[in-house]
């Protein structure tokens, strides 16, 4: 194994408590020179935010090292020469977007492409039914996916991620989405080209059985389930095979000597 790309929310913290260990599992990655990036399909926050909050955590991390759906995002549209999305984000993923000219909020045509990320508490039945009409006015925007994460464990427990609403925008337009964040292979191989590292040396880190450990695997990456996060005893029962389960990040060290 030459790299390491860790999932965020769930490994090294939940919500703003950083798991025991993390902090000294990422010092040892740096100490021993082992290239790492962060993975996530966060879209509730920037990367300059991130940073903060790991910097609160004990964690140093430059915005370089972190690759989010909204900058993979914004960079695709720029080069399909898109503009106009209809942004269904939060406020600090759509600064991603600027210099886009985003559709007002109000509008339900005219959209370059619609661009769903989590949008949380933002989410009810008029805001989706605007993305569902803004997808059947014109049969060639292209529905973007920041990712297909199901759900994720907040500090008042699980809650829906975009993977959700991305499909029932699918099933009711006809329109396949374009992916652009975990499980997508060109997610992962965008990060492994970023280590400079054949995918089959890369181990991604994650608390999701089928968007961090199966989505690793089919990128030719190993994947590597840890027990905290959204964690399910179950996900061990499924037809996902993790590399290697982890009590925690805290093994990591342990586990890649052992190798």
């Known amino acids: 194994m030459a790299g390491v790309l860790l999932d965020l929310d769930g490994v090294v913290y939940v919500g703003d408590a950083v798991l ?3 902090a000294e599992t990422i ?24 940073v903060e909050k790991l910097a ?5 991390a430059d915005p370089s090292q972190i690759l ?5 995002a914004a960079a695709w549209l720029r080069r399909e020469g898109i ?4 942004l269904f984000v939060p406020d600090a993923t759509a600064a991603e977007f600027a210099g886009m000219e985003p559709l007002p909020a109000s509008a339900e045509k005219g959209a370059g492409a ?50 959700a609403y991305v499909h029932a925008l699918e099933y009711a ?58 964690f399910a005893a179950s996900d061990l029962d499924g037809d996902v095979t993790p590399d290697a389960v982890l009590d925690s990040i805290a093994d990591l060290p342990r586990w890649w000597a052992e190798r």
């Not at 609160?56 to 140093?60: D, P, W």
């Not at 993305?131 to 297909?148: C, E, I, K, Q």
């Not at 337009?173 to 040396?201: C, H, I, M």
């Open 173 to 230: 337009s006809g329109r396949t989405a374009v992916v652009l964040g975990k499980p997508d292979p060109a997610f992962y191989g965008t990060a492994v080209a970023d280590l400079g590292v054949a995918p089959d040396q890369v181990v991604m880190v994650g608390d999701d059985i089928r968007t961090d450990v199966e989505g690793a695997q089919r990128a030719g990456l190993v994947g590597v389930l840890v027990r905290t996060g959204k």
């Open 114 to 163: 619609v661009v769903v990320g989590d949008l949380g508490s933002g989410w009810d039945f008029a805001t989706l039914n605007r993305a569902f009409r803004l997808l059947m006015s014109d049969p060639d925007t292209p529905l973007v996916a920041l990712g297909l994460t199901r759900y994720w464990r907040a500090d008042d427990g699980l809650r829906l991620d975009a993977g």
């Open 27 to 50: 010092s040892w990655l740096t100490r021993v020179g082992i290239p790492h990036r962060y993975l996530t399909n966060t879209t509730s926050r920037p990367r300059s935010a991130i």
């Open 68 to 72: 989010t759906p909204g900058v993979v």
């Open 20 to 22: 025991p260990g993390a």
């Open 83 to 86: 503009e106009r999305p209809a």
């Open 56 to 60: 609160r955590m004990g964690v140093t």
